[in-house]
């Protein structure tokens, strides 16, 4: 068993904010967020941004409909 300092802990890749602009940097911030707190690669974080861009749409098109 693995003593709790000798655990492995999963690297998450990071987006590059040096040199952006001040909204696009907030926005990589968020993102780094995500990927750090859910374990998210790259790949998942799309997935993830899909989905509430999807979620969204929805509300929208619900909401413009009724």
């Known amino acids: ?7 492995k802990l999963k690297r998450v890749q990071q987006l590059n ?3 952006s602009a001040f909204v696009i940097r907030k926005h990589k911030e968020v993102l780094n ?5 859910f374990g998210l690669d790259t790949y998942g974080l799309t997935w993830a941004q ?9 509300l929208a098109m619900w909401l413009l409909l009724r």
């Open 1 to 7: 068993m693995a003593k709790l300092a000798e655990l």
């Open 17 to 19: 904010t040096a040199d």
């Open 33 to 37: 967020w995500m990927m750090r707190t």
């Open 50 to 58: 899909f989905g509430k861009g999807v979620g969204l749409g929805a």
